[in-house]
Structure formats: C-alpha cells, structure tokens
Nanobody, 124 residues
Framework: QVQLVESGGGLVQAGGSLRLSCAAS????????MGWFRQAPGKEREFVAG????????YYTDSVKGRFTISRDNAKNTVYLQMNSLKPEDTAVYYC?????????????????WGQGTQVTVSS
C-alpha cells in the first residue's frame, strides 16, 4: 500500500531553519506530483508548496515565497521542504501528499494520498 512518511519537524526559534522530508513507498514516485500542506490548531489545512513529477516546476503560497524551497529526489522516492527564516506563524502540523492528476497543486481534493504529519513549532 502507499505510504508517505514525514520527518524533520521539531521546535526551532524564530529565524531558524528546518528541513522536512517525506519518504514515499508503494507508488511510482517519478509519476506523481507532490505537495506540502500545513494545519494550525483551529484552522483549515492550507497549501504550502508543490512540485511536479520532474521537479522542473514548483509552486508556493505567497507567505513562504523566498523562505521555503521544495525539492525532490526521485532516486530516493523523497520530497523535501527546506524552511528558512521561520516565523511563529509557520507553527503547524506539516503534511506531504501525492497526486497523479494534473492541474492545481493548491486544492487538497487533488491529492490521492497523505502522510501522517510532522509538528513544526517556531518560538518567538
């Protein structure tokens, strides 16, 4: 079965960095687009970043542009989210997800499989 396993979350001070990883199994990783989402307490899950199957196209929500970088290694079946200049408002559970279909990377409905999430906490 398909599994997406996130890692790399933790507690960091404002201005610090973290790198999240999402290891995929049970699917043909090089055929899928990948996305990172986050969900803060009491808020809806929101799109953070997306990357197409080749890694040639990336997408970001405005609030993380210039601070976060999504990348993938198809040989390792892994997608990454490098997060720099972290802010307290970045605090959330971060999820990775995979999608076979084309089109928007923003909508959660476009994704087929989800990981269990990893907590990121940024202290002020």
């Amino acid at each position: 079965q398909v599994q997406l396993v996130e890692s790399g979350g933790g507690l960091v001070q404002a201005g610090g960095s973290l790198r999240l990883s999402c290891a995929a199994s049970g699917l043909t990783f090089s055929n899928v687009g990948m996305g990172w989402f986050r969900q803060a307490p009491g808020k809806e899950r929101e799109f953070v970043a997306g990357i197409n199957w080749t890694g040639g196209n990336t997408y970001y929500t405005d609030s993380v542009k210039g601070r976060f970088t999504i990348s993938r290694d198809n040989a390792k079946n892994t997608v990454y989210l490098q997060m720099n200049s972290l802010k307290p408002e970045d605090t959330a559970v971060y999820y990775c997800a995979s999608k076979y279909l084309g089109g928007s990377y923003v909508s959660t409905e476009r994704y087929d499989y989800w990981g269990q999430g990893t907590q990121v906490t940024v202290s002020s």
